[in-house]
């Protein structure tokens, strides 16, 4: 099934990772951890021949990324900074220019700077607001919307036809959205990339990530440079992936009920200074958020009055977890200028995640009441 037919997200999560229908075989996927595969007197026919080039278990993964997101193909890496290092590593070369995001994940920034600007690389920074601009002189343009951790919202059609018209190459960060929020290449990416640590995988348990598309020379490049370069993904963890997506429809359905009912709560809190979710009707990104997206995520950022009032309302808490990651089945709270992103010291990041949504509002409000005194 592709975006925007009949199944519903659970089915479509069920199909992506369905296998065929053999008499005998497992109903679920089954992992196969080799590292060295039998090989015949034909050199050439071998499909699986050594773990770092080919693993089965990849393969289901992938096929069910590709179809999740709309794509062609996938390739699996062994982390989401894997996947997007090695795709800018592919398309970017000396002399070409990059556009990245001034507001989204704060190592991408640090990654282009440092390793791919001394290789002849010009990294251009744009927020959300600025990337349609960003991308006139640009030859690759990496978006990430909602962006991580303002959720602020890209206009990928406008940012699209943008880039299309000049040849430049559009890469879209799909993490927050996911594939079931979110479709960037219907929207006219060329390439989506992701982390699958997040509500793909969901428990909080491995790293994984991804990149998608439908560019045949582009996806035969990044296959190329995780063989030579070795970031893979474990067979295991590769099984682990397949055996979330079989509940992602559900757990993302809740993570994303949870984050509107916890947002129009804290939206008129007396602890509470700001709020950012993309679902808000007075949302600043709430209007193109809504022409691109089917739901608006699990997220939700918002300003208390200090530091202290972060670490008060996970303390106080009975069912918050302070983690730095995001998209488990619990909810996390995590302080974001810790990290070095431009926020205010009481900004925070809430996952949500698929606690009962009466239970979540009620220890969220209970654990406000005395933040920060």
């Known amino acids: 099934m592709t975006y925007g037919e009949t199944y519903g997200d659970s089915t479509r999560s069920l199909k992506a990772i369905a296998a065929e229908h053999v008499p005998g075989d497992p109903v679920g996927p089954v992992p196969v951890p080799a590292a060295a595969y039998h090989l015949g007197a034909d050199e050439d026919d071998a499909l699986d021949s050594y773990g770092r080039r080919h693993n089965p278990t990849w393969r289901q993964l992938e096929s069910a990324l590709a179809t999740l997101e709309g794509a062609a193909a996938a390739v699996a890496f062994g982390s989401g900074m894997a996947a997007i290092t090695s ?26 700077t440092e390793y791919l600007a001394p290789r002849g690389v010009t990294v251009v920074q744009a927020t959300c607001a600025q990337m349609c601009e960003a991308a006139r002189d640009a030859d690759v343009v990496l978006a990430e919307t909602p962006s991580n ?6 206009d990928l059609h406008r940012l699209a036809m943008q880039c299309r018209p000049r040849g430049a190459l559009l890469l879209v960060d799909n993490t927050t959205a996911t594939p079931l929020g979110q479709q960037p290449l219907a929207l006219g990416a060329d390439l989506v990339v992701a982390s699958a640590t997040k509500a793909l995988s969901g428990h909080h348990d491995l790293l994984a990530g991804y990149v998608a598309g439908n560019r045949a020379d582009v996806i035969e490049r990044l296959q190329r440079e995780r063989l030579l370069a070795g970031p893979i993904l474990g067979a295991f963890e590769a099984w682990l992936v397949l055996r979330g997506l079989g ?55 918002v300003e208390l009055a200090d530091a202290d009032a972060v670490h008060d309302l996970v303390r106080r ?57």
């Open 247 to 301: 509940t992602l429809g559900l757990r993302f359905e809740r993570q994303c009920q949870n984050a509107a009912a916890v947002a129009m709560m804290l939206r008129s809190h007396p602890a509470v200074t700001a709020v950012r979710y993309p679902g808000l009707p007075d949302d600043p990104s709430h209007a193109i958020a809504t022409r691109q997206m089917r739901r608006f995520g699990g997220i939700v950022s």
């Open 149 to 154: 951790p303002g959720l602020d919202v890209v």
């Open 87 to 112: 795709v800018l590593r592919a398309v970017t070369e000396p002399g070409s220019t990059l556009v990245v995001p001034a507001d989204g994940y704060y190592q991408v920034r640090a990654y282009a």
């Open 317 to 373: 808490s009975a069912l918050l977890v302070g983690a730095t990651s995001f998209g488990g089945v619990h909810t996390s709270v995590d302080r974001r200028a810790r990290w070095g992103d431009p926020v205010s010291p009481g900004f925070a990041r809430i996952s949500c995640g698929i606690e009962d949504t009466d239970d979540l509002l009620a220890d969220i409000d209970s654990a406000l009441a005395g933040a920060g005194r």
